[in-house]
């Protein structure tokens, strides 16, 4: 599957679970497992969940966290899969400081 944009993501977590999981998980096993887990705590699907982290990072993150996005997505080897693991990141780090 080819690497995918930040505009690629938003496309995924508007489609479907499964091609976001299939992309996620041959990128970055790792953050589709944690993406998972949380999506189904929440009783969310994979894509909501994403969905709604990418639109938290738009709207609650400072300067310091774009500038850490960036950085990880321009030395990433899949740039999406980067951005994806940074804003769940992100999501869950709002969520334990609430």
Do not use: K
């Given at each position: 599957?080819?690497?995918?944009?930040?505009?690629?993501?938003?496309?995924?977590?508007?489609?479907?679970?499964?091609?976001?999981?299939?992309?996620?998980?041959?990128?970055?096993?790792?953050?589709?497992?944690?993406?998972?887990?949380?999506?189904?705590?929440?009783?969310?699907?994979?894509?909501?969940?994403?969905?709604?982290?990418?639109?938290?990072?738009?709207s609650e993150a400072d300067e310091?966290?774009?500038?850490?996005?960036?950085?990880?997505?321009?030395?990433a080897a899949d740039p999406g899969?980067?951005?994806?693991?940074?804003?769940?990141?992100?999501?869950?780090?709002?969520?334990?400081?609430?």
């Amino acid at each position: 599957m080819r690497e995918l944009m930040l505009g690629d993501i938003i496309s995924l977590g508007m489609q479907s679970s499964d091609q976001l999981g299939a992309w996620l998980g041959a990128a970055d096993p790792q953050t589709a497992q944690r993406l998972g887990e949380e999506a189904a705590r929440r009783e969310e699907s994979p894509a909501q969940f994403l969905r709604i982290a990418v639109s938290d990072f738009i709207s609650e993150a400072d300067e310091e966290a774009w500038a850490s996005l960036v950085s990880a997505v321009r030395d990433a080897a899949d740039p999406g899969a980067a951005c994806a693991a940074r804003m769940i990141a992100f999501r869950l780090s709002l969520e334990s400081v609430s």
